[in-house]
Protein backbone atom coordinates (compact mmCIF):
# COMPACT_ATOMS: atom_id res chain seq x y z
CA UNK A 1 0.00 0.00 0.00
CA UNK A 2 1.46 3.42 -1.28
CA UNK A 3 1.62 5.96 2.02
CA UNK A 4 -0.99 8.17 0.41
CA UNK A 5 -3.17 5.53 0.21
CA UNK A 6 -2.55 4.63 3.66
CA UNK A 7 -2.95 8.14 4.40
CA UNK A 8 -6.16 7.81 2.42
CA UNK A 9 -7.61 5.01 4.52
CA UNK A 10 -6.61 6.50 8.04
CA UNK A 11 -8.51 9.39 7.29
CA UNK A 12 -11.57 7.21 6.79
CA UNK A 13 -11.12 5.36 9.84
CA UNK A 14 -10.45 8.62 11.52
CA UNK A 15 -13.86 10.03 10.91
CA UNK A 16 -15.61 7.43 11.44
CA UNK A 17 -14.16 7.28 14.91
CA UNK A 18 -15.15 10.80 15.44
CA UNK A 19 -18.69 9.52 15.06
CA UNK A 20 -18.71 7.40 18.54
CA UNK A 21 -19.26 10.02 21.35
CA UNK A 22 -15.69 10.59 22.97
CA UNK A 23 -16.15 12.85 26.60
CA UNK A 24 -14.66 15.96 26.78
CA UNK A 25 -11.11 16.09 28.85
CA UNK A 26 -12.11 16.80 32.36
CA UNK A 27 -9.67 17.77 34.95
CA UNK A 28 -8.32 14.55 36.43
CA UNK A 29 -7.46 13.86 33.10
CA UNK A 30 -3.69 14.07 32.29
CA UNK A 31 -2.18 16.01 29.62
CA UNK A 32 1.04 14.62 28.13
CA UNK A 33 3.06 16.38 25.94
CA UNK A 34 5.81 14.40 23.83
CA UNK A 35 8.56 16.60 21.75
CA UNK A 36 10.59 14.64 19.34
CA UNK A 37 13.35 15.40 17.07
CA UNK A 38 14.84 12.88 14.34
CA UNK A 39 17.88 13.35 11.66
CA UNK A 40 19.13 16.64 13.54
CA UNK A 41 22.78 15.47 12.01
CA UNK A 42 24.55 18.71 14.00
CA UNK A 43 22.50 21.83 12.23
CA UNK A 44 23.89 23.88 15.18
CA UNK A 45 22.49 27.11 13.23
CA UNK A 46 19.73 28.47 11.42
CA UNK A 47 19.32 28.05 7.74
CA UNK A 48 17.73 30.41 5.19
CA UNK A 49 14.08 29.03 4.47
CA UNK A 50 14.38 29.70 0.91
CA UNK A 51 11.20 26.73 0.44
CA UNK A 52 9.12 28.67 2.71
CA UNK A 53 6.69 31.57 2.50
CA UNK A 54 6.44 33.77 5.67
CA UNK A 55 9.87 32.62 6.84
CA UNK A 56 13.64 34.09 6.63
CA UNK A 57 15.50 31.56 8.91
CA UNK A 58 14.56 28.04 9.85
CA UNK A 59 16.23 25.82 12.61
CA UNK A 60 18.94 26.00 14.53
CA UNK A 61 19.40 24.19 18.25
CA UNK A 62 19.86 26.86 20.50
CA UNK A 63 17.09 28.43 18.73
CA UNK A 64 15.08 25.09 18.95
CA UNK A 65 15.80 24.76 22.58
CA UNK A 66 14.10 28.10 23.36
CA UNK A 67 10.88 26.85 22.02
CA UNK A 68 10.94 23.17 23.83
CA UNK A 69 11.00 25.42 26.94
CA UNK A 70 8.52 27.34 26.33
CA UNK A 71 6.16 23.89 26.10
CA UNK A 72 7.60 22.58 28.76
CA UNK A 73 7.00 25.55 30.95
CA UNK A 74 3.26 24.72 29.85
CA UNK A 75 3.10 21.16 31.14
CA UNK A 76 5.11 19.51 33.43
CA UNK A 77 4.56 16.85 31.93
CA UNK A 78 6.30 17.33 28.60
CA UNK A 79 9.23 14.38 27.08
CA UNK A 80 11.53 14.57 24.75
CA UNK A 81 12.69 11.67 22.79
CA UNK A 82 15.16 11.46 19.50
CA UNK A 83 15.09 8.79 16.67
CA UNK A 84 18.67 8.48 15.56
CA UNK A 85 21.67 10.76 13.88
CA UNK A 86 22.71 12.98 16.00
CA UNK A 87 26.46 13.02 14.62
CA UNK A 88 27.52 14.69 11.61
CA UNK A 89 29.76 17.40 10.10
CA UNK A 90 33.37 18.69 11.34
CA UNK A 91 32.31 19.65 14.76
CA UNK A 92 31.16 16.54 15.64
CA UNK A 93 34.12 14.83 14.08
CA UNK A 94 36.31 17.16 15.74
CA UNK A 95 34.88 16.10 19.12
CA UNK A 96 34.50 12.54 18.06
CA UNK A 97 30.65 12.71 18.93
CA UNK A 98 30.89 14.37 22.38
CA UNK A 99 29.47 17.76 21.43
CA UNK A 100 26.13 16.44 20.30
CA UNK A 101 25.63 14.36 23.74
CA UNK A 102 26.49 17.42 26.04
CA UNK A 103 24.12 19.38 23.88
CA UNK A 104 21.58 16.92 24.22
CA UNK A 105 22.00 16.68 27.75
CA UNK A 106 21.89 20.42 27.61
CA UNK A 107 18.16 20.43 25.87
CA UNK A 108 17.05 17.45 28.48
CA UNK A 109 16.39 14.49 26.20
CA UNK A 110 14.91 11.49 27.83
CA UNK A 111 15.77 9.04 25.74
CA UNK A 112 17.66 8.51 21.77
CA UNK A 113 17.50 5.79 19.70
CA UNK A 114 20.70 4.94 17.72
CA UNK A 115 20.89 5.68 13.83
CA UNK A 116 23.10 4.93 11.11
CA UNK A 117 25.53 7.70 11.50
CA UNK A 118 26.37 7.35 15.08
CA UNK A 119 28.91 5.13 13.34
CA UNK A 120 30.68 7.35 11.32
CA UNK A 121 33.87 6.62 13.24
CA UNK A 122 33.05 3.63 14.05
CA UNK A 123 31.98 1.55 16.74
CA UNK A 124 34.50 1.75 19.38
CA UNK A 125 34.17 5.47 19.38
CA UNK A 126 30.54 5.56 19.62
CA UNK A 127 30.58 2.98 22.45
CA UNK A 128 32.65 5.33 24.57
CA UNK A 129 31.25 8.04 23.72
CA UNK A 130 27.54 7.42 24.62
CA UNK A 131 28.88 6.75 28.23
CA UNK A 132 28.45 10.66 28.41
CA UNK A 133 24.93 10.50 27.95
CA UNK A 134 22.58 11.46 30.96
CA UNK A 135 19.83 9.80 29.36
CA UNK A 136 19.20 6.19 27.46
CA UNK A 137 20.69 5.45 24.25
CA UNK A 138 18.85 2.83 23.01
CA UNK A 139 19.09 0.11 20.19
CA UNK A 140 16.93 -3.01 21.20
CA UNK A 141 18.13 -4.91 18.32
CA UNK A 142 21.75 -4.12 18.27
CA UNK A 143 24.46 -6.97 19.43
CA UNK A 144 28.10 -7.96 19.49
CA UNK A 145 28.18 -10.91 16.64
CA UNK A 146 27.29 -13.82 16.76
CA UNK A 147 26.55 -13.60 20.15
CA UNK A 148 23.64 -12.34 22.36
CA UNK A 149 25.72 -9.72 24.35
CA UNK A 150 23.75 -6.33 23.52
CA UNK A 151 25.87 -3.39 22.30
CA UNK A 152 23.16 -1.09 23.85
CA UNK A 153 20.20 -0.27 26.34
CA UNK A 154 17.02 -1.97 24.93
CA UNK A 155 14.71 -0.11 27.01
CA UNK A 156 13.70 2.18 29.72
CA UNK A 157 10.73 2.96 31.66
CA UNK A 158 10.59 7.15 32.23
CA UNK A 159 8.54 8.67 35.01
CA UNK A 160 7.46 12.36 35.00
CA UNK A 161 4.40 13.59 37.32
CA UNK A 162 2.67 10.50 37.49
CA UNK A 163 3.07 9.20 34.30
CA UNK A 164 5.60 6.60 33.78
CA UNK A 165 6.32 6.05 29.86
CA UNK A 166 8.58 3.02 28.38
CA UNK A 167 10.48 4.00 25.67
CA UNK A 168 12.12 1.38 23.13
CA UNK A 169 14.84 2.12 20.55
CA UNK A 170 15.54 0.12 17.11
CA UNK A 171 17.68 0.67 13.94
CA UNK A 172 16.15 -0.88 11.12
CA UNK A 173 18.49 -3.50 8.88
CA UNK A 174 18.56 -1.67 5.86
CA UNK A 175 20.60 1.62 7.35
CA UNK A 176 23.40 -0.23 7.81
CA UNK A 177 23.90 -0.26 4.10
CA UNK A 178 24.10 3.58 4.93
CA UNK A 179 27.06 2.56 6.95
CA UNK A 180 30.73 2.08 5.74
CA UNK A 181 30.79 -1.65 6.29
CA UNK A 182 33.98 -1.98 8.69
CA UNK A 183 32.33 0.84 10.87
CA UNK A 184 29.44 -1.44 12.05
CA UNK A 185 31.16 -4.38 11.20
CA UNK A 186 31.79 -5.87 14.63
CA UNK A 187 27.64 -5.76 15.57
CA UNK A 188 24.74 -7.19 14.49
CA UNK A 189 21.90 -5.65 13.81
CA UNK A 190 18.63 -8.47 13.98
CA UNK A 191 15.57 -8.50 12.89
CA UNK A 192 13.00 -5.85 13.99
CA UNK A 193 9.89 -6.90 15.16
CA UNK A 194 10.67 -9.46 17.60
CA UNK A 195 13.44 -7.04 19.50
CA UNK A 196 10.81 -4.75 19.80
CA UNK A 197 8.13 -7.03 20.95
CA UNK A 198 10.39 -8.42 23.32
CA UNK A 199 10.57 -5.25 25.10
CA UNK A 200 7.21 -3.98 25.56
CA UNK A 201 6.01 -7.18 26.65
CA UNK A 202 8.72 -6.78 29.68
CA UNK A 203 7.52 -3.20 30.36
CA UNK A 204 4.22 -3.10 28.82
CA UNK A 205 1.90 -4.07 32.10
CA UNK A 206 4.83 -1.30 34.55
CA UNK A 207 3.57 1.70 32.22
CA UNK A 208 0.95 4.23 30.51
CA UNK A 209 2.38 4.27 27.08
CA UNK A 210 4.83 2.90 25.52
CA UNK A 211 6.95 5.02 22.83
CA UNK A 212 8.59 2.97 20.25
CA UNK A 213 12.07 5.36 18.90
CA UNK A 214 12.88 4.33 15.38
CA UNK A 215 15.64 4.65 12.49
CA UNK A 216 14.64 3.03 9.69
CA UNK A 217 12.38 2.79 6.07
CA UNK A 218 14.35 4.67 2.57
CA UNK A 219 16.68 6.57 3.32
CA UNK A 220 16.70 10.29 3.37
CA UNK A 221 16.67 12.52 1.08
CA UNK A 222 19.31 14.75 1.26
CA UNK A 223 18.34 18.00 -0.13
CA UNK A 224 17.27 21.34 1.96
CA UNK A 225 14.05 21.73 0.49
CA UNK A 226 12.61 17.86 0.82
CA UNK A 227 9.58 19.10 2.51
CA UNK A 228 8.16 21.14 -0.62
CA UNK A 229 9.29 18.77 -3.28
CA UNK A 230 7.34 15.90 -4.51
CA UNK A 231 9.76 14.13 -6.31
CA UNK A 232 11.93 13.86 -2.64
CA UNK A 233 9.14 13.36 -0.18
CA UNK A 234 9.63 9.42 0.91
CA UNK A 235 7.10 7.40 2.84
CA UNK A 236 6.74 5.78 5.90
CA UNK A 237 5.92 2.27 5.18
CA UNK A 238 8.25 1.03 7.20
CA UNK A 239 7.02 2.38 10.35
CA UNK A 240 3.42 1.84 9.50
CA UNK A 241 4.47 -1.91 8.39
CA UNK A 242 6.19 -2.32 12.11
CA UNK A 243 3.80 -0.65 13.75
CA UNK A 244 1.36 -3.30 12.91
CA UNK A 245 3.61 -5.56 13.38
CA UNK A 246 3.98 -5.62 17.21
CA UNK A 247 1.18 -4.87 19.89
CA UNK A 248 1.25 -2.63 22.63
CA UNK A 249 2.99 0.22 21.17
CA UNK A 250 0.95 3.46 21.40
CA UNK A 251 3.43 5.77 19.47
CA UNK A 252 5.79 5.62 16.98
CA UNK A 253 8.59 8.23 16.08
CA UNK A 254 10.27 7.37 13.07
CA UNK A 255 13.81 8.74 11.78
CA UNK A 256 15.99 8.09 8.79
CA UNK A 257 13.54 8.84 6.10
CA UNK A 258 12.88 12.77 7.12
CA UNK A 259 9.73 12.14 6.05
CA UNK A 260 7.83 15.11 8.14
CA UNK A 261 4.36 13.88 8.84
CA UNK A 262 2.25 17.36 9.47
CA UNK A 263 -0.32 14.99 11.43
CA UNK A 264 -0.09 12.02 12.74
CA UNK A 265 -0.85 9.06 11.29
CA UNK A 266 -3.00 6.44 12.88
CA UNK A 267 -2.62 2.66 11.89
CA UNK A 268 -6.04 1.07 11.43
CA UNK A 269 -5.39 -1.87 13.46
CA UNK A 270 -3.01 -0.82 16.03
CA UNK A 271 -4.15 2.41 17.14
CA UNK A 272 -0.01 3.33 16.59
CA UNK A 273 0.48 7.42 16.35
CA UNK A 274 3.36 7.57 13.87
CA UNK A 275 5.07 10.61 13.32
CA UNK A 276 8.60 12.06 11.93
CA UNK A 277 10.19 15.50 11.28
CA UNK A 278 12.11 16.64 7.97
CA UNK A 279 15.50 16.73 10.08
CA UNK A 280 18.03 18.92 10.53
CA UNK A 281 16.61 20.15 13.11
CA UNK A 282 13.66 22.66 10.93
CA UNK A 283 10.73 21.48 12.88
CA UNK A 284 10.19 20.40 16.46
CA UNK A 285 7.57 16.95 16.15
CA UNK A 286 4.87 18.06 19.05
CA UNK A 287 2.25 15.22 19.97
CA UNK A 288 -0.06 15.88 22.71
CA UNK A 289 -1.68 13.12 24.49
CA UNK A 290 -5.20 12.96 26.90
CA UNK A 291 -4.71 10.02 28.99
CA UNK A 292 -7.89 8.77 31.19
CA UNK A 293 -6.51 8.69 34.64
CA UNK A 294 -8.60 6.02 35.87
CA UNK A 295 -7.84 3.50 33.08
CA UNK A 296 -4.62 5.19 31.13
CA UNK A 297 -6.69 5.13 27.66
CA UNK A 298 -5.66 7.92 25.00
CA UNK A 299 -8.65 10.34 24.93
CA UNK A 300 -7.51 12.53 22.17
CA UNK A 301 -4.49 13.99 20.72
CA UNK A 302 -3.07 16.83 18.71
CA UNK A 303 -0.32 16.83 16.72
CA UNK A 304 2.14 18.68 14.46
CA UNK A 305 5.34 19.76 13.31
CA UNK A 306 6.66 23.04 14.52
CA UNK A 307 8.62 25.04 12.38
CA UNK A 308 11.64 26.62 14.12
CA UNK A 309 11.17 30.33 12.99
CA UNK A 310 15.03 31.60 13.91
CA UNK A 311 13.52 34.79 14.22
CA UNK A 312 11.18 34.15 16.46
CA UNK A 313 12.67 32.19 18.96
CA UNK A 314 15.91 33.88 20.91
CA UNK A 315 18.54 31.64 20.96
CA UNK A 316 19.17 29.77 24.65
CA UNK A 317 22.06 31.49 25.83
CA UNK A 318 23.69 27.81 27.41
CA UNK A 319 23.37 26.13 24.13
CA UNK A 320 24.81 28.95 22.13
CA UNK A 321 27.46 28.85 24.46
CA UNK A 322 28.76 25.27 24.19
CA UNK A 323 28.45 25.39 20.58
CA UNK A 324 30.80 28.53 20.32
CA UNK A 325 32.60 26.96 22.79
CA UNK A 326 33.57 23.88 20.74
CA UNK A 327 34.11 26.33 17.74
CA UNK A 328 36.79 28.07 19.57
CA UNK A 329 38.39 25.46 20.95
CA UNK A 330 38.91 24.27 16.85
CA UNK A 331 39.66 27.87 15.22
CA UNK A 332 41.54 26.26 12.49
CA UNK A 333 37.92 25.08 11.03
CA UNK A 334 36.87 29.01 10.45
CA UNK A 335 39.78 29.49 8.27
CA UNK A 336 38.74 31.18 4.90
CA UNK A 337 40.44 29.02 2.23
CA UNK A 338 38.48 30.46 -0.60
CA UNK A 339 35.62 31.85 -2.17
CA UNK A 340 32.41 30.55 -4.34
CA UNK A 341 30.84 32.22 -7.00
CA UNK A 342 27.09 31.64 -5.80
CA UNK A 343 25.06 29.34 -3.59
CA UNK A 344 25.15 25.78 -4.74
CA UNK A 345 22.43 23.59 -3.24
CA UNK A 346 21.93 20.02 -3.15
CA UNK A 347 19.32 17.90 -5.14
CA UNK A 348 18.66 14.23 -4.61
CA UNK A 349 16.81 13.14 -7.50
CA UNK A 350 18.28 16.05 -9.89
CA UNK A 351 21.42 17.04 -11.22
CA UNK A 352 23.06 19.49 -9.14
CA UNK A 353 25.66 22.13 -8.91
CA UNK A 354 27.20 20.89 -6.07
CA UNK A 355 26.60 16.97 -7.14
CA UNK A 356 28.52 18.30 -10.44
CA UNK A 357 31.12 20.43 -8.51
CA UNK A 358 32.52 17.66 -6.04
CA UNK A 359 32.24 14.71 -9.40
CA UNK A 360 34.31 17.42 -10.81
CA UNK A 361 36.68 17.01 -8.27
CA UNK A 362 36.92 13.35 -7.72
CA UNK A 363 37.71 13.01 -11.60
CA UNK A 364 40.74 15.61 -11.57
CA UNK A 365 41.88 14.19 -8.09
CA UNK A 366 41.98 10.77 -9.75
CA UNK A 367 43.03 11.41 -12.96
CA UNK A 368 40.37 9.31 -14.19
CA UNK A 369 37.89 9.60 -17.48
CA UNK A 370 34.83 9.54 -15.08
CA UNK A 371 33.64 10.19 -12.02
CA UNK A 372 30.25 9.38 -9.56
CA UNK A 373 29.61 10.36 -6.34
CA UNK A 374 26.03 9.46 -4.58
CA UNK A 375 23.83 12.49 -3.24
CA UNK A 376 23.66 10.85 -0.05
CA UNK A 377 26.71 11.98 1.13
CA UNK A 378 26.04 15.98 0.14
CA UNK A 379 25.30 16.89 3.53
CA UNK A 380 25.23 20.37 3.56
CA UNK A 381 24.91 23.15 1.16
CA UNK A 382 27.44 25.31 -0.11
CA UNK A 383 27.43 29.20 0.68
CA UNK A 384 28.45 31.92 -1.61
CA UNK A 385 31.50 34.38 -0.72
CA UNK A 386 33.93 33.05 1.60
CA UNK A 387 34.41 29.95 1.90
CA UNK A 388 35.71 28.41 5.41
CA UNK A 389 37.44 25.00 5.86
CA UNK A 390 34.19 23.89 8.00
CA UNK A 391 31.62 24.67 4.98
CA UNK A 392 33.75 22.26 2.63
CA UNK A 393 34.18 19.93 5.58
CA UNK A 394 30.38 20.22 6.15
CA UNK A 395 29.47 19.50 2.86
CA UNK A 396 31.41 16.10 3.00
CA UNK A 397 32.25 15.18 6.21
CA UNK A 398 32.58 11.34 5.98
CA UNK A 399 36.59 9.85 6.57
CA UNK A 400 36.90 8.72 3.32
CA UNK A 401 39.05 7.93 -0.11
CA UNK A 402 38.29 8.98 -3.24
CA UNK A 403 38.96 5.05 -5.25
CA UNK A 404 40.32 4.48 -8.75
CA UNK A 405 39.16 1.35 -10.97
CA UNK A 406 38.20 0.39 -14.69
CA UNK A 407 34.71 0.43 -15.70
CA UNK A 408 32.84 -0.84 -19.24
CA UNK A 409 30.25 0.28 -20.55
CA UNK A 410 27.81 -1.84 -19.71
CA UNK A 411 28.80 -1.22 -15.74
CA UNK A 412 28.33 2.32 -16.30
CA UNK A 413 24.80 1.77 -17.68
CA UNK A 414 23.76 -0.61 -15.01
CA UNK A 415 25.07 2.07 -12.33
CA UNK A 416 22.97 4.76 -14.05
CA UNK A 417 20.12 2.43 -14.09
CA UNK A 418 19.66 1.93 -10.65
CA UNK A 419 20.61 5.80 -9.46
CA UNK A 420 17.64 6.50 -11.53
CA UNK A 421 14.88 4.08 -9.41
CA UNK A 422 15.97 7.02 -6.61
CA UNK A 423 16.04 4.34 -4.29
CA UNK A 424 19.07 6.35 -3.06
CA UNK A 425 18.96 9.52 -5.18
CA UNK A 426 20.68 9.92 -8.72
CA UNK A 427 24.05 9.62 -8.94
CA UNK A 428 25.64 12.64 -9.90
CA UNK A 429 28.53 12.53 -12.64
CA UNK A 430 31.73 13.61 -14.18
CA UNK A 431 32.94 13.20 -17.39
CA UNK A 432 29.85 11.70 -19.50
CA UNK A 433 26.28 12.46 -20.13
CA UNK A 434 23.08 10.53 -19.55
CA UNK A 435 19.48 11.06 -21.17
CA UNK A 436 16.54 9.24 -19.41
CA UNK A 437 12.45 8.95 -19.41
CA UNK A 438 11.08 7.84 -15.90
CA UNK A 439 7.93 6.88 -17.94
CA UNK A 440 10.08 3.79 -18.78
CA UNK A 441 9.99 0.63 -16.51
CA UNK A 442 12.98 0.53 -13.96
CA UNK A 443 16.17 -0.50 -15.30
CA UNK A 444 14.92 0.39 -18.72
CA UNK A 445 15.18 4.74 -17.90
CA UNK A 446 18.61 5.20 -19.74
CA UNK A 447 18.05 6.68 -23.56
CA UNK A 448 21.49 7.50 -24.63
CA UNK A 449 24.87 7.32 -22.96
CA UNK A 450 27.87 9.62 -24.56
CA UNK A 451 30.79 10.89 -23.82
CA UNK A 452 31.84 14.21 -25.47
CA UNK A 453 28.78 13.30 -27.45
CA UNK A 454 30.07 9.76 -29.09
CA UNK A 455 27.79 7.00 -27.64
CA UNK A 456 29.43 4.35 -25.03
CA UNK A 457 29.17 1.01 -25.78
CA UNK A 458 29.11 -1.37 -23.81
CA UNK A 459 32.49 -2.70 -24.22
CA UNK A 460 34.00 0.34 -24.24
CA UNK A 461 36.34 0.90 -21.38
CA UNK A 462 36.87 4.26 -18.72
CA UNK A 463 38.84 4.67 -15.58
CA UNK A 464 36.56 5.73 -12.57
CA UNK A 465 36.73 7.44 -9.79
CA UNK A 466 33.91 7.14 -6.35
CA UNK A 467 34.09 7.55 -2.83
CA UNK A 468 34.98 4.08 -0.82
CA UNK A 469 31.69 3.96 0.68
CA UNK A 470 29.81 3.48 -2.75
CA UNK A 471 32.81 2.03 -4.53
CA UNK A 472 32.47 -0.99 -2.04
CA UNK A 473 28.72 -1.19 -3.00
CA UNK A 474 26.95 0.69 -0.80
CA UNK A 475 23.50 2.57 -1.01
CA UNK A 476 22.82 -0.32 -3.55
CA UNK A 477 24.80 0.47 -5.87
CA UNK A 478 26.10 -2.79 -6.06
CA UNK A 479 27.83 -2.85 -9.64
CA UNK A 480 30.79 -1.18 -8.10
CA UNK A 481 31.58 -4.35 -6.35
CA UNK A 482 32.31 -6.32 -10.04
CA UNK A 483 35.68 -4.50 -10.44
CA UNK A 484 38.52 -4.47 -9.27
CA UNK A 485 40.31 -0.89 -7.53
CA UNK A 486 43.28 0.31 -9.20
CA UNK A 487 44.06 3.14 -6.58
CA UNK A 488 43.68 5.13 -4.13
CA UNK A 489 43.20 8.98 -5.25
CA UNK A 490 43.14 10.33 -1.40
CA UNK A 491 41.33 11.34 1.52
CA UNK A 492 38.70 13.35 0.33
CA UNK A 493 38.67 16.19 3.03
CA UNK A 494 41.60 16.50 1.61
CA UNK A 495 41.28 16.66 -1.90
CA UNK A 496 38.29 18.83 -1.00
CA UNK A 497 40.23 21.31 0.64
CA UNK A 498 43.12 21.14 -1.77
CA UNK A 499 40.58 22.34 -4.10
CA UNK A 500 39.18 25.34 -2.74
CA UNK A 501 42.18 26.63 -1.43
CA UNK A 502 43.99 26.37 -4.63
CA UNK A 503 41.79 28.32 -6.38
CA UNK A 504 40.88 32.55 -5.86
CA UNK A 505 37.01 31.50 -6.81
CA UNK A 506 35.23 28.30 -7.58
CA UNK A 507 32.71 28.48 -10.01
CA UNK A 508 29.28 26.55 -10.05
CA UNK A 509 29.21 24.27 -13.14
CA UNK A 510 26.68 24.47 -15.71
CA UNK A 511 23.70 21.90 -15.39
CA UNK A 512 22.86 19.99 -18.37
CA UNK A 513 24.70 16.33 -17.69
CA UNK A 514 21.97 14.14 -17.22
CA UNK A 515 18.72 15.31 -19.01
CA UNK A 516 15.37 14.25 -18.23
CA UNK A 517 13.58 13.70 -21.15
CA UNK A 518 10.27 12.06 -19.42
CA UNK A 519 6.97 13.44 -21.70
CA UNK A 520 5.71 16.30 -19.39
CA UNK A 521 8.90 15.83 -17.31
CA UNK A 522 8.91 16.93 -13.69
Known sequence: MSFSSFKHLVRITFLV???????????????????????????????PAFWLDGLNRIGGLAEMTTLINEIRASNPRTFLFD?????????????????????????????LAIGNHEFEYGVEVFGWQKNRAPFPVLGANFFYKDTDHPFAQAHTIIERDGVRIGVVGIMGRDA???????????????????????????????????????????????????????????????????????????????????????????????????????????????????????????????????????DRYVPDPVVRARIEAARAAAPQLFEVIGASDSYMNRKYVRESTLGNLFADIFREAGGTDIAFIHPGSLRKDLPAGDIRRVDVLDVYPFIDHVLTMTLNGRQIRDLIEQSLTFERGLLEISGFEVTYDLSRPEYQRVLTLTRGGVPIEPTDTFTAGAPTIIANGADL??????????????????????????????????????????PEAH
Not at 83 to 111: P, R
Open 477 to 518: FTTFTEVEKTGNAGLISEILLGYFSGRDLVTAPPLGRQRDLT
Open 17 to 47: ALLVPVRAAIAEDKKVTLLFTNDVESAYDPI
Open 176 to 310: VSAIIPAFIAPLDVTEEAAAVQKSVDAIRDEVDLVVLLTHMGKTAPMQTDAETDPMTQRDIDADIALAGAVTGVDVLFGGHADAGTPEPVVHPETGTLIMQTYGQATHLGFLELILDDETGRIMGYDGKLIPVDA
Open 83 to 111: SGDIFTGALAKETQGALAFDLMALMGYDA
